[in-house]
Structure formats: C-alpha cells, structure tokens
C-alpha cells in the first residue's frame, strides 16, 4: 500500500512538474509573439509614414509645374542668344515636322573602335536580344543607331490612332505594365519572368518609361525596337513625364547629354517630337480602359481619338517667345478644351469621395471619384479603368470597388526595399492577374529592420532637406507663436506651423520625436528642426539665405546649365556661375549682394583649370544644414 502511495505521489509530482512547464513554456510563446507582433507593427508604421514623407514631397514638387514652366520660358529669354532660342528650346536644328533630319543619322559614322551593339534595319528579334544582353551589361548604344531607330519609331507611331484597340483570346493574353522611371533592372525582370514581346504575348506599357531613375534612354530603346518588330502587338501609352520641360528637371534630358555629349541636342529634339506622338490610351477587348493617369468628368474619349496629339509638345503652360510667333502661326496650338481633356487622362488619381476637384496636391489634372468612374464605364460600355501614375507600396492597387486599378511597375522607386513593382496578366475574362516582383540585388542581404532604417534614414533626410530650405518662413511663422521669445512652443503650434508653411499633410505628432527636441514640460524647442543635418562642406562666410535658395532650386539652376553648357563639358568657371546666378536671381526676384555670391563661388572646389563639375556642386547642397550652427 505505501508502495502504491508512494508510486503514486511521484507520478502526481512528474505529472505536475511536466504541467507547471508547459504552462511557462506557453506564456513565453505569447510572450514572444507578443513583442514580435509589437515590433513588426513599428517596423511597418515606421515604413508607412517614410514612404508618405517620400509621396507628400515628390507631389509637392510636381505641384510648382506652373512656377518651372514660366521659369523655363524665362531662361530660354535670358540664357541665350535670341537666334537660338527656338532651336535650343527643342535641342536641334531642325524641324521636327519636316523629314530634312531623318538622313542626319547618314552622316554619323561608327567608328571600328565601337563594341556595343549594332543595329541593322529592318529590326527583327534576334536584334532585340542581342540588344538586351549589351544594354544589361551597361553598353551604350552608338548615336548612329539611336537617331535611326527614333526616326523609325516617329515613322510607326505617326500611324497610330490616339486610341489604339487590341484584343486578347485564351492563346494571347495581354501584359499591362505601369510606370518604369529609368529603372532598367525592373524591366529586364518582367521580361525574364514573362516572357519577352512577340505575337502571342503582347504588352502595353503605360507611360512614364522616364526621368529620375539612371537608365531612362535604355529603356526608351528597348521599348521602340520591340514597337517597330511588332507594331500590332506592343503598345506605349503616354505618360506625364513624357514631356520635355518635366525632362529639364527631372533627370532624363541630363542623362541624354552626359551620354551622347556630341548628339545629345538631337537626340532629345526627336524625343520631343516622338513623344508627341505617343497614343493617349489602350482599350482591350472594348471592355478595358487603360491610360496613365485617370479621368475627370469632363473625359470624352470621342474627342480624345480626334485630337492632334502631336501639337501637344508639352502640358505644362509657358508665355510664348517671340522667336516662336511665327511658327505658332504655321503651327497651331491644341484648343485650352483639347489641352485640358488630355491634362486629365495624364494626371489625375482617383479619390475616395465623390465628385470630381482639381488636384492641388500634383497641380494638374483632377481628382475624381467612384461616381465619375461609373458614369465614364456606363457611358461607354466599359468594364473597369487600369491607370498608373501612382506609387504603390505593393506595386498595385484596387480603388472604386475594384473598377479602378493602379498598377505600378518601378520597384524601389523611393529607395531600396521601399516597395515591390506589379505588372498585370489579362485573359478574354478580363480578370486581372497580378505579378509582383522586386529588384532585389541591394536588398536580398538586408534584414526587414535594415531596410527599413535605410528607407526611414533617407525619407527623414529628403523631409529635413525640405525644411531647410523654408527656414526663413518657418522661422517667422515659430516667432508669432513665441510671443515671450522662449524658444519653445507646444506640440500643437509646431505641427500646425511645420504644415501651413510646407504644406505636405504630414503625421508631425509622429515625427516630432525624428525631428526636434522636447522638454520634460512638453514644450518643442523648435530651432532643433534645423539641427539634424550636416553640412556637405563648410561655408561659413556665405550668405545663409544665398545657401538655403540655391539648394532650394537646384534643379531649376541645373536646368540653365544644361542649355549654357554648349560643349557638355559638364564644367562651369567662376565668372559663368556669377552669371547664371544673376539670370536667375533676377527671375525670382532675389536681392543677394555680389560679396555673398563671389564668397559663394569662392567656395567652390575649383579644378587645375578653374572650372567644377557642376552637377557635383549641385550635388554638395543636397544634404544643408544651417550655417551658424556648423560654424558654432
């Protein structure tokens, strides 16, 4: 009996030994996944409010459209010579509507030296991939090749409609792919996962194939030598970015003339003309719109298919030049209706509420929602809208209840890691079927939380850059919050000032904590906004606000220089960057004295011969700091 006993007290002691450990055992789990939730939730918040730092800065610079467009037609007044105006502002000396420059390319000879890709027309698909495997490696087509194969593309795309119509069937589906950007690596990989273009697998790719990324006339290439081997079965939308004012500014005419240094003029003259000719949208199966950017409630696709596209060299509105009168008379302009039907369908985003409002956050086009959609869909007999335009964190996007969908194909587009591209399979069921994918040969190392520090490193660092250079307005508008002059307001003037004056529709409760300092009380010391930053290089004799102009337009100075720098030396001496200082000063109204603008160009690194790369300088005021705190 004791034995029992005794048998039977240790198996209720292992029993309960063994209970006791799998109840601790249990609560570790939930424990750990407990702060492993907690940590992947502020490692997505941290994500989300980065990519809406990067998103709220790049509308906001698209939304001075206005402000570049004037001060373009004002550099090319004041720049240069006025009998080269018209020929400086399309790159060329030629006529894009005549055919006197279609030999130009004749004249070029490629030299024995050359080991880049050749190009022999007609073009067939053997051309196509040998092209691919050069331009992979990162040849550089020859000049001769390029200028032939834009006067090919200009040829075929004359004899497109506005609207092109094409059809799928079970044995043809279609791919739809979004914006590219200049990110070559993105579409090397759709065509590896999908398949290159051919008759049975066609593709419409919908605008903005550049500016920002490095590879935009790669891509360019690409596309226009699969347009010309199937000119019924690939197709190119155009985009907002295919305009050659937003080229100026935003990447793509640079890299054209680093590039092409001899022929870089010409070969974006006949860019400008080309894409004035791309269509204006796809319709697939009758059922399926796809355009770049939307739709307003004005949308009439009758008219759209009607328009001469190609009179439409640009969206953006310029005053008109004198040197320009008279082919403005040989040349008529669209109508503003005209005009304003193809700003829409280029620049518009859907909107959750209904109604249709100008978009203020771009500048141009509208925003439109549900109800506008079913009444374009009804009124055709269309089944949904595919648009681009929009970054999406997952490459794509379904709005409208699933009758509007972003599809965007530049992964990495803020940063490496900051999001996935998409592309679209579609079948005659007109059901979408999405691919994402993403270029990850800077990220398949990374860990999730490396990433995204790297993403939030450089979003933080664009937004700092932004409050900078509205230092000065931030800093009266702090002052007549302070009324005792303490140096600290509450959190709630703070948001309220960093928004009125950088107007970005921030989360500034969030990022107080990445941006300034607080007191114990509460209280925002609101001059540490400006602290976070370094200076690229010591300056400290320079006029501050000299510093915080430049750096704020130093795309709109790049842009003078790409049209002064006639050799494509890339240099600028002292005596030149006086001169376009003074150009463009005077445009913006900038009272600087001439001592603040030597010691400016004092400071400047000048090369053995006296000159700098002028895209370097540029580039040391992307990450300012204010100056008396450096030199404090």
Same mark, same amino acid.
């Given at each position: 009996?004791?034995?029992?006993?005794?048998?039977?007290?240790?198996?209720?002691?292992?029993?309960?030994?063994?209970?006791?450990?799998?109840?601790?055992?249990?609560?570790?789990?939930?424990?750990?996944?407990?702060?492993?939730?907690?940590?992947?939730?502020?490692?997505?918040?941290?994500?989300?409010?980065?990519?809406?730092?990067?998103?709220?800065?790049?509308?906001?610079?698209?939304?001075?459209?206005?402000?570049?467009?004037?001060?373009?037609?004002?550099?090319?007044?004041?720049?240069?010579?006025?009998?080269?105006?018209?020929?400086?502002?399309?790159?060329?000396?030629?006529?894009?509507?005549?055919?006197?420059?279609?030999?130009?390319?004749?004249?070029?000879?490629?030299?024995?030296?050359?080991?880049?890709?050749?190009?022999?027309?007609?073009?067939?698909?053997?051309?196509?991939?040998?092209?691919?495997?050069?331009?992979?490696?990162?040849?550089?087509?020859?000049?001769?090749?390029?200028?032939?194969?834009?006067?090919?593309?200009?040829?075929?795309?004359?004899?497109?409609?506005?609207?092109?119509?094409?059809?799928?069937?079970?044995?043809?589906?279609?791919?739809?792919?979004?914006?590219?950007?200049?990110?070559?690596?993105?579409?090397?990989?759709?065509?590896?996962?999908?398949?290159?273009?051919?008759?049975?697998?066609?593709?419409?790719?919908?605008?903005?194939?550049?500016?920002?990324?490095?590879?935009?006339?790669?891509?360019?290439?690409?596309?226009?030598?699969?347009?010309?081997?199937?000119?019924?079965?690939?197709?190119?939308?155009?985009?907002?970015?295919?305009?050659?004012?937003?080229?100026?500014?935003?990447?793509?005419?640079?890299?054209?003339?680093?590039?092409?240094?001899?022929?870089?003029?010409?070969?974006?003259?006949?860019?400008?003309?080309?894409?004035?000719?791309?269509?204006?949208?796809?319709?697939?199966?009758?059922?399926?719109?796809?355009?770049?950017?939307?739709?307003?409630?004005?949308?009439?696709?009758?008219?759209?298919?009607?328009?001469?596209?190609?009179?439409?060299?640009?969206?953006?509105?310029?005053?008109?030049?004198?040197?320009?009168?008279?082919?403005?008379?040989?040349?008529?302009?669209?109508?503003?209706?005209?005009?304003?039907?193809?700003?829409?369908?280029?620049?518009?985003?859907?909107?959750?509420?209904?109604?249709?409002?100008?978009?203020?956050?771009?500048?141009?086009?509208?925003?439109?929602?549900?109800?506008?959609?079913?009444?374009?869909?009804?009124?055709?007999?269309?089944?949904?809208?595919?648009?681009?335009?929009?970054?999406?964190?997952?490459?794509?996007?379904?709005?409208?209840?699933?009758?509007?969908?972003?599809?965007?194909?530049?992964?990495?587009?803020?940063?490496?890691?900051?999001?996935?591209?998409?592309?679209?399979?579609?079948?005659?069921?007109?059901?979408?079927?999405?691919?994402?994918?993403?270029?990850?040969?800077?990220?398949?190392?990374?860990?999730?939380?490396?990433?995204?520090?790297?993403?939030?490193?450089?979003?933080?660092?664009?937004?700092?850059?932004?409050?900078?250079?509205?230092? =000065?307005? &931030?800093?009266?508008? #702090?002052?007549?919050? %302070?009324?005792?002059?303490? $140096?600290? *307001? /509450?959190?709630?003037?703070?948001?309220?000032?960093?928004?009125?004056?950088?107007?970005?529709?921030?989360?500034?409760?969030?990022?107080?904590?990445?941006?300034?300092?607080?007191?114990?009380?509460?209280?925002?010391?609101?001059?540490?906004?400006?602290?976070?930053?370094?200076?690229?290089?010591?300056?400290?004799?320079?006029?501050?606000?000299?510093?915080?102009?430049?750096?704020?337009?130093? =795309?709109? &100075?790049?842009?003078? #220089?790409?049209?002064? %720098?006639?050799?494509?030396? $890339?240099? *600028? /001496?002292?005596?030149?960057?006086?001169?376009?200082?003074?150009?463009?000063?005077?445009?913006?109204?900038?009272?600087?004295?001439?001592?603040?603008?030597?010691?400016?160009?004092?400071?400047?690194?000048?090369?053995?011969?006296?000159?700098?790369?002028?895209?370097?300088?540029?580039?040391?005021?992307?990450?300012?700091?204010?100056?008396?705190?450096?030199?404090?």
């Amino acid at each position: 009996m004791e034995c029992t006993i005794s048998t039977m007290g240790c198996n209720a002691s292992a029993h309960y030994s063994k209970h006791k450990y799998n109840e601790t055992a249990i609560k570790a789990t939930v424990l750990i996944q407990r702060w492993y939730r907690c940590k992947r939730a502020q490692l997505e918040v941290r994500r989300r409010y980065s990519l809406t730092i990067f998103q709220s800065i790049e509308y906001a610079d698209e939304q001075e459209q206005t402000q570049l467009s004037n001060f373009f037609t004002f550099m090319l007044e004041h720049c240069v010579h006025r009998g080269e105006v018209a020929r400086t502002s399309t790159g060329s000396d030629v006529s894009p509507g005549t055919d006197s420059y279609v030999i130009k390319y004749e004249k070029i000879d490629v030299p024995d030296s050359y080991r880049g890709p050749r190009l022999s027309f007609p073009l067939d698909i053997s051309h196509a991939k040998t092209l691919l495997n050069a331009l992979k490696d990162r040849q550089l087509l020859h000049a001769r090749y390029v200028l032939q194969l834009l006067c090919e593309t200009r040829r075929v795309l004359k004899e497109k409609p506005n609207i092109t119509h094409v059809s799928v069937s079970y044995f043809k589906e279609i791919t739809i792919c979004g914006d590219l950007h200049g990110n070559l690596d993105d579409l090397l990989l759709v065509f590896h996962k999908n398949g290159l273009p051919s008759e049975n697998n066609p593709y419409v790719f919908n605008g903005d194939f550049v500016d920002r990324g490095k590879n935009s006339m790669e891509i360019l290439i690409i596309l226009f030598v699969f347009l010309l081997i199937y000119p019924n079965d690939f197709h190119l939308n155009r985009g907002n970015h295919e305009d050659y004012i937003l080229n100026m500014k935003y990447g793509f005419a640079k890299e054209v003339l680093k590039k092409y240094k001899d022929h870089g003029k010409t070969i974006l003259h006949h860019l400008q003309d080309i894409f004035s000719w791309l269509p204006l949208a796809t319709i697939v199966n009758n059922k399926v719109l796809i355009v770049h950017g939307g739709i307003s409630d004005t949308t009439d696709l009758d008219s759209l298919n009607l328009l001469e596209r190609n009179k439409l060299k640009t969206l953006m509105k310029t005053r008109k030049l004198e040197t320009d009168k008279k082919n403005q008379e040989e040349h008529s302009e669209l109508t503003e209706k005209e005009r304003k039907q193809v700003l829409d369908i280029l620049w518009s985003d859907p909107n959750k509420q209904h109604g249709c409002t100008p978009n203020q956050r771009r500048g141009g086009g509208c925003y439109f929602g549900p109800d506008t959609t079913d009444q374009l869909l009804k009124r055709y007999n269309l089944k949904m809208l595919i648009r681009s335009h929009e970054f999406k964190p997952d490459g794509y996007d379904l709005t409208h209840n699933g009758k509007v969908i972003t599809i965007f194909s530049a992964s990495n587009y803020y940063e490496a890691g900051s999001n996935r591209g998409a592309y679209i399979r579609m079948n005659p069921d007109l059901v979408p079927h999405f691919i994402q994918y993403q270029v990850c040969a800077c990220t398949d190392k990374k860990k999730n939380w490396e990433r995204v520090k790297t993403i939030e490193q450089s979003a933080l660092q664009n937004l700092q850059e932004r409050i900078f250079v509205h230092k =000065r307005k &931030l800093m009266d508008t #702090f002052a007549k919050c %302070d009324c005792k002059n303490t $140096g600290r *307001i /509450s959190i709630s003037d703070w948001a309220a000032v960093m928004e009125s004056v950088l107007q970005l529709k921030l989360p500034w409760r969030m990022l107080r904590s990445r941006l300034v300092k607080t007191d114990p009380d509460g209280k925002v010391d609101y001059m540490s906004c400006f602290c976070y930053m370094d200076t690229a290089r010591p300056m400290h004799q320079v006029q501050p606000t000299l510093v915080e102009t430049l750096c704020k337009y130093r =795309r709109d &100075l790049q842009m003078i #220089f790409n049209v002064l %720098d006639e050799d494509r030396s $890339g240099l *600028i /001496s002292p005596n030149e960057f006086r001169k376009m200082w003074k150009i463009f000063s005077s445009y913006l109204g900038i009272h600087s004295h001439d001592e603040a603008v030597d010691k400016l160009a004092q400071s400047i690194d000048f090369n053995k011969d006296g000159n700098i790369d002028f895209s370097e300088f540029l580039e040391a005021f992307h990450v300012v700091h204010q100056l008396e705190n450096k030199a404090a």
